[in-house]
């Protein structure tokens, strides 16, 4: 089952978006979750991890001390809080597990003035 993302859309530099990603309760209680993203004309780029069970997280380079990942596994629920939104992280952002399953629809976020 795919896990979907949400929440995107046009935000100004330097402001903040917070996008959930619904996750079945078999893989929000089996996998860790990861977020990618995809900018126009480029290929998909990973963003950031988060572990199943103690939630251990690592972040690209390109992101890191601005993105904030986090999971509720109780909600089934993943959560990507970005602050500091630059013109280049705009993208199509996409949740999925680790390993990588089927890859399910994405959302657009938009850094603009």
């Known amino acids: 089952v795919q896990s979907v993302a949400s929440g995107g859309g046009l935000v100004q530099p330097g402001g903040s978006l917070s996008l959930p990603c619904a996750a079945s309760?078999?893989?929000?209680?089996?996998?860790?979750m990861a977020w990618y993203r995809q900018a126009p004309g480029k290929e998909r780029v990973w963003v950031a991890t988060i572990s199943l069970a103690v939630g251990v997280t690592d972040y690209a380079d390109s992101v890191k001390g601005r993105f904030t990942i986090a999971r509720d596994n109780a909600k089934n629920t993943m959560y990507l809080q970005m602050n500091s939104l630059k013109p280049e992280d705009t993208a199509m952002y996409y949740c999925?597990?680790?390993?990588?399953?089927?890859w399910g629809q994405g959302t657009q976020v938009t850094v603009s003035s």
């Open positions: 999925n597990r680790v390993p990588e399953g089927s």
């Open positions: 309760v078999f893989t929000s209680s089996s996998y860790g």
